[in-house]
């Protein structure tokens, strides 16, 4: 009896998704070769479309199983090399859109790359406008990139001179963005808009200056990317959205409010309030005769210097509140310095050094991981609490007051003899009346040492009484 044949294994349907790819990536290159594709376009339509590679791939594969089964062949699977470059083309995409998202122009200003060398020549516009400004108008400035001055003009119009830089490979190609990219000033109403238009030339890197010269009475409202700014004499308020910029602003009798992100902004001579919101690099204000309000992100360091009226800090490792600042302000990420603040005064703050000098009347201060030095000028009540840090207080001499110190895992000090200091194993305690009694003193610290010294009244600028106001307890973000 003659043994079966053995079965013969169906033939596997060959796969004609590798010819496909083969023959449209050499369509791809023969016409960027040719002139005929833009590579940087090709690159951006990759970096937005690459999923759809993935979708025609699974399209093929599924019309490769459907006609296989229909013939009865093996359909083939996914090799080791199919594989390799589905897992490549999901890294590259995913690479090219996070790419496309960024801003290259600010990446160049903020790292002051010239793109001359790589991208063409630097061409140079200069251009002058002048407009009728509507007597009660306002102004708002937009422009991407490039520095803005804002100043005072004579007379009733807006004078704006410009100074335009552009990369091109050529004049003629220069010449044709510089066309596209002519500022823009329109009215509606009481509100007058100058757009720098450096967007006119798509994507290209286009940088304008703009010098502008206005009514004073004018409000300003400025939004500007990579690019100085400064406001100058005005009479109304001042407005300011700021990314990666430079912000200056003196001599404003209205309000000046900003908004800046990766900013540094210096204030001077403003007869109004002044607000800071964001996440801000320097902060410095200076002879401001209204209130400050700072709600934000503080990177590298605030500086306050001569404010009038009420100060509110905000961040989310410090929240300070007080009446008056008739002396100066540093704080940055590891200090907070300050002579002459008029309180009441209300601080939560973690992980800073604190040395209060000249101060006057009531506080309530909270820290942690940080040292607290406090030489009061004119002695109000007192609340200090401190997380392993040590805190000392130096008091004129024949002041009165009241003490209750309590520092656990540490030791009271004191030079005053009213003061009893009682010390167990995890505790030491100091507690009294000093002269004829007045002010009440609450201090209490873990892990550290409270000192209570006399010392000599400070020298202020001029004389401060403490405000009656009142104040809202301030707690930690």
């Not at 510089?178 to 823009?184: D, E, G, R, S, Y």
Request: proline share 4%; net charge negative.
């Amino acid at each position: 009896m003659a043994s079966p044949s053995p079965s013969v294994p169906p033939r596997r349907q060959l796969s004609f998704s590798g010819p496909i790819l083969l023959i449209s990536l050499g369509i791809i290159f023969l016409l960027g070769t040719m002139g005929y594709l833009n590579w940087s376009r090709l690159g951006n339509w990759f970096a937005h479309y690459w999923p759809v590679l993935l979708i025609l791939a699974g399209v093929i594969k599924l019309i490769e199983y459907q006609m296989a089964q229909r013939q009865g062949l093996r359909t083939s699977g996914l090799s080791a090399g199919a594989i390799l470059l589905t897992i490549l083309l999901i890294v590259c995409g995913m690479m090219a859109t996070q790419a496309s998202r960024l801003d290259w122009g600010g990446v160049r200003d903020q790292f002051n790359f010239d793109e001359s060398d790589w991208f063409g020549e630097k061409y140079e516009y200069e251009n002058e406008l002048t407009e009728d400004f509507p007597a009660g108008a306002s102004l708002h400035v937009t422009n991407t990139r490039g520095a803005v001055h804002v100043s005072g003009s004579s007379d009733a119009h807006i004078h704006v001179s410009t100074h335009k830089r552009i990369q091109a490979t050529s004049q003629s190609e220069a010449d044709k963005y510089n066309a596209k990219t002519n500022p823009q000033i329109s009215v509606s109403g009481n509100r007058v808009t100058l757009n720098a238009n450096n967007q006119g030339a798509g994507d290209h890197w286009v940088e304008e200056d703009l010098e502008i010269s206005l009514p004073r009475k004018a409000a300003v409202e400025v939004s500007t990317r990579f690019g100085d700014l400064s406001v100058v004499g005005r009479d109304g308020d001042v407005t300011v959205s700021a990314q990666h910029n430079d912000v200056s602003a003196s001599d404003i009798n209205g309000k000046v409010d900003l908004s800046l992100e990766h900013s540094s902004a210096r204030v001077s001579q403003v007869s109004s309030d002044v607000s800071i919101e964001g996440r801000a690099n320097d902060v410095s204000l200076e002879d401001i005769k209204g209130s400050v309000h700072l709600d934000g992100e503080f990177m590298e360091s605030v500086k306050l210097a001569k404010i009038a009226q009420s100060v509110l800090l905000k961040s989310s490792r410090t929240e300070m509140q007080f009446s008056r600042l008739d002396g100066d302000l540093n704080l940055d990420s590891g200090d907070l310095q300050a002579n002459n603040i008029v309180g009441p005064l209300r601080l939560a703050t973690r992980a800073k050094d604190i040395r209060l000098a000249g101060l006057s009347g009531d506080v309530r201060l909270e820290d942690k991981d940080g040292s607290v030095e406090i030489r009061p000028r004119k002695l109000g009540s007192m609340q200090v609490e401190n997380h392993k840090g040590d805190v000392q207080i130096y008091l004129p001499p024949k002041v009165g007051f009241q003490v209750d110190a309590r520092a656990r895992g540490g030791e009271v000090e004191t030079d005053f003899a009213e003061i009893k200091v009682e010390s167990s194993d995890d505790q030491s305690t100091g507690a009294g009346t000093v002269g004829s009694g007045g002010p009440r003193l609450i201090v209490n610290v873990d892990h550290g040492t409270i000192e209570i010294r006399k010392g000599s009244v400070e020298a202020s600028n001029e004389p401060a009484e403490p405000s009656t106001s009142s104040t809202p307890t301030v707690t930690e973000n």
